[in-house]
């Protein structure tokens, strides 16, 4: 027996490690074709993001190729978590479409032990992630964003700005107060030309002009319309006072710049010194860093505004020889009074001057700490982002397997409009936390960690109802829930049988017809439905109508014997009998007190109040209806008797 039982025992886990491996092998395959579609979705959102830097720059194959590989490796952890809920989704939505997840949990598996090698695999999914983003991350970020700086640097026809001066060009100085993307025309443009030298500047100002670059990618060809030029002419003497200028006035003007737009790359470590260029031993070191220098400089800064605001402490020697000197404290308004308007207006000027000056260093100081504490947190993010991100592939997942369990919908209908609808809430959520935590509106850990906070209930909850066969996805649930709150009621459906074991007793039932229909006209006749109902009765009886659930009983089983009748006429005359709603006319809840306290708040009570009297109406008009088919039923069996 104990050998029997060890092999039952051995087949039985090498069963359940054959059903391991299907359940991998069919999360892996989705898994990776989700994962290259995800991460295909980014990176166009991601190209369009930057295509104005790349597009008329005459960049060369490997330029694109570079910045193609880089952007995919910043972008691999992003796709990590949607390609996890998508795939999961599928795979699940697939077991419960081909009823294989119902076979599992026929043979006694329940739906955490299905989920347990996948939940293995995406534990080493994260894993992978974390180690990407620290390791592989920083380096990859580091050359992504220098191949874009001088990606933009190279040619700079397209990146001037409007309503700013643009000083990218070596020697010129560009101002464009609008400018016309699809056309490429600048208007109310205005150039410094410093080649000469600073004192010697050309000035051109224009209504319209064109800025491109010329087919040997060496100089920048310049069409100006409409406007005039302003040169300095060189001194003939050091010391003369008036310089000539020469102005010139122009209906079109072409002129060539030189400018070397052969693609160069920037030093990268201009840049690795960014948040997003840091690995967690780096950006640990950096925040501990920074935070012991921003608070040293701090209390710097304290100190020696303390140090102004403080009064002038004289030595013992001084304050002696002030009070041999000075019988009286000095007043400063007093001495101000008495001083005359020259050395007032003096006094006045130098203390504004001051002032200006005080003002101007506290908001040096102010946007210097600004900006270092935004340099602090956005370091502090990093470091909880590349642990909320790796974390959130096992939310996702704890997400999407219960849910398509729960929806039984493969393919890539439902599953991708549920995984995109989940993934929204976590992007907005998450960017909020990001944008709250640089700002310091928000904990810093808050910030990183609130997306994690909203979606981990929402992986329990689904896990919980799915596990426990939930209906919450079965929109028949819901349908049914919104037809018993508006009153609305199925019609029957009988038609002839094509097989009739017994006929109906017609005998029996000509006598029960006879007897619900008087029991139907004695009770509306006992209940005044047409009335509206006393509003204090409606909320503090809560006593069951067990009159009416008799009758719709004793109804269905007359229905239910006819209906295996033969004659066409009776079981068209069936299907006019209304199905009963047996409680909708009474108080809305079986509890006492909570049918009191719905009346006492009057928006709830009045709503409960006209849906109960529209229900005694409906319900008046059932009751003789069913008399009326009893009786037309009646006659047909009389009918069918006498033939």
Request: proline share 3%; net charge positive; aromatic share 12%.
């Amino acid at each position: 027996m104990l050998i029997l039982r060890l092999i039952a025992q051995d087949k039985r886990m090498l069963r359940i490690k054959k059903l391991d491996i299907f359940i991998i092998k069919s999360f892996s395959f989705l898994f990776v074709g989700t994962f290259f579609i995800c991460l295909f979705i980014f990176m166009m959102q991601f190209l369009w993001r930057y295509v104005d830097e790349m597009v008329g720059k005459g960049l060369d194959i490997n330029s694109l190729l570079k910045f193609f590989y880089y952007s995919a490796l910043v972008l691999m952890p992003v796709s990590l978590p949607l390609a996890v809920l998508l795939a999961s989704l599928i795979t699940f939505g697939n077991f419960g479409e081909r009823f294989e997840l119902l076979a599992m949990k026929a043979a006694g598996i329940p739906l955490l032990r299905i989920m347990r090698p996948l939940i293995i695999l995406i534990g080493f999914v994260s894993c992978a992630s974390f180690y990407f983003q620290n390791v592989t991350g920083p380096e990859s970020n580091v050359k992504l964003t220098t191949l874009l700086y001088s990606m933009k640097q190279k040619s700079p026809e397209l990146d001037i700005p409007e309503g700013a001066f643009y000083d990218e060009i070596e020697g010129y100085n560009l101002y464009v107060k609008k400018k016309n993307k699809e056309t490429g025309m600048l208007y109310s443009v205005m150039i410094y030309n410093f080649s000469d030298g600073f004192e010697n500047a050309h000035i051109l100002v224009a209504d319209s002009g064109k800025l491109e670059i010329s087919e040997d990618k060496k100089f920048l060809k310049l069409h100006l319309y409409s406007g005039e030029q302003f040169e300095n002419l060189k001194q003939q003497t050091r010391n003369a006072n008036n310089i000539p200028y020469r102005r010139e006035s122009f209906c079109e003007k072409h002129t060539l710049i030189d400018f070397d737009s052969n693609f160069n790359m920037m030093n990268a470590d201009l840049f690795s010194g960014n948040a997003n260029s840091k690995s967690i031993k780096e950006l640990e070191h950096s925040i501990d860093s920074m935070s012991t220098r921003y608070d040293s400089i701090g209390r710097n800064y304290y100190k020696e505004a303390l140090s102004k605001l403080e009064p002038i402490r004289l030595t013992p020697m001084d304050s002696a020889k002030l009070k041999t000197s000075v019988a009286k404290t000095i007043n400063a308004d007093s001495l101000f009074r008495v001083s005359s308007k020259a050395q007032q207006a003096r006094f006045l000027k130098a203390a504004s001057e001051k002032a200006v000056v005080m003002q101007n260093d506290l908001s040096f100081k102010s946007i210097m700490m600004s900006e270092s504490d935004k340099s602090l947190r956005k370091h502090q993010l990093e470091w909880h982002n590349k642990i909320a991100l790796s974390l959130a592939c096992l939310v996702f997942f704890f997400i999407g397997a219960p849910l398509g369990a729960i929806i039984r919908k493969g393919g890539l209908g439902m599953p991708v409009i549920v995984s995109v609808i989940i993934f929204l809430i976590y992007y907005i959520v998450n960017t909020m936390g990001t944008k709250m935590g640089k700002e310091g509106e928000w904990h810093i850990w808050i910030g990183a960690w609130i997306s994690t906070f909203v979606l981990a209930p929402m992986g329990v909850f689904f896990t919980y109802k799915s596990n426990n066969d939930s209906v919450v996805f079965n929109m028949d649930t819901y349908i049914e829930a919104i037809r018993k709150i508006l009153g609305l009621r199925n019609n029957r459906h009988i038609s002839k049988k094509e097989v009739i074991i017994e006929d109906p007793d017609y005998a029996c039932l000509y006598d029960e017809l006879g007897k619900i229909s008087l029991d139907c006209e004695k009770y509306a006749r006992l209940h005044s439905f047409a009335k509206a109902p006393n509003y204090l009765k409606v909320f503090t009886n809560n006593e069951k109508d067990c009159v009416i659930a008799e009758l719709s009983q004793r109804l269905e089983a007359i229905v239910e014997e006819l209906s295996n009748s033969k004659d066409g006429k009776i079981l068209n005359a069936l299907n006019n009998y209304p199905i009963l709603i047996i409680g909708a006319h009474k108080s809305p809840f079986s509890n006492r007190w909570l049918n009191i306290l719905a009346g006492l708040v009057i928006p709830v009570g009045l709503f409960f109040y006209f849906r109960i009297w529209r229900f005694g109406l409906r319900l008046d008009k059932d009751l003789k209806r069913i008399e009326e088919t009893s009786r037309e039923i009646q006659s047909y069996i009389e009918q069918s008797k006498q033939k």
